[in-house]
């Protein structure tokens, strides 16, 4: 009779469970089970890889949450309701008409770079202006989607700017 070995070699994150001698079995070896932990899928360790970095550059990356929000949301009223392009597109005037207001009653609360603040106004022109082509024609439009992509790329790289020369 062949002598079994004292201990069982069990690989690392495994648990084992002892099944104790069942009766009438009482010169049998004891059952062993190894249940080992399912490796995660290649895709599950990319989503893991992937939303872990995005939640560290969080705050870098704001903007381009904001734009994929903004546009998912454009889809919805474009459907939902077409009549905003009435609000929206007076609206679009209205970051540029604000710089213009506070620039001529107060300019000294534009504050030492004015540059900054008439591009965000821009910035804000263009995207409600986007908004509201993108209720009237919809978001599908290849032309829109384009000006949309170009405009999340300028506005991540002016808040890149804005945060790292404060």
């Avoid at 079995?25 to 893991?48: G, Q, W, Y």
């Avoid at 970095?53 to 474009?78: D, E, K, N, S």
């Avoid at 106004?121 to 829109?144: E, I, K, M, N, S």
């Amino acid at each position: 009779m062949a002598r079994r070995p004292r201990t069982v070699q069990v690989p690392p994150g495994a648990t084992t469970v002892r099944i104790p001698t069942q009766r009438g079995a009482k010169n049998a070896p004891p059952v062993f089970v190894v249940v080992s932990e399912a490796r995660p899928t290649l895709t599950s360790r990319i989503a893991r890889a992937v939303g872990g970095w995005a939640w560290r550059h969080r705050a870098a990356w704001a903007p381009t949450a904001y734009a994929v929000l903004a546009y998912v949301l454009t889809a919805v009223v474009h459907l939902i309701g077409p009549w905003m392009v009435y609000v929206l597109a007076p609206a679009a005037i209205v970051p540029l008409l604000a710089v213009w207001w506070v620039r001529v009653k107060s300019p000294e609360r534009i504050g030492e770079r004015p540059g900054r603040l008439l591009a965000a106004a821009v910035l804000a022109t263009l995207a409600t202006t986007w908004t509201a082509a993108t209720v009237h024609y919809g978001p599908l439009t290849v032309p829109l989607a384009w000006v949309w992509a170009g405009l999340t790329v300028a506005v991540q790289v002016f808040w890149l700017v804005i945060r790292r020369s404060k």
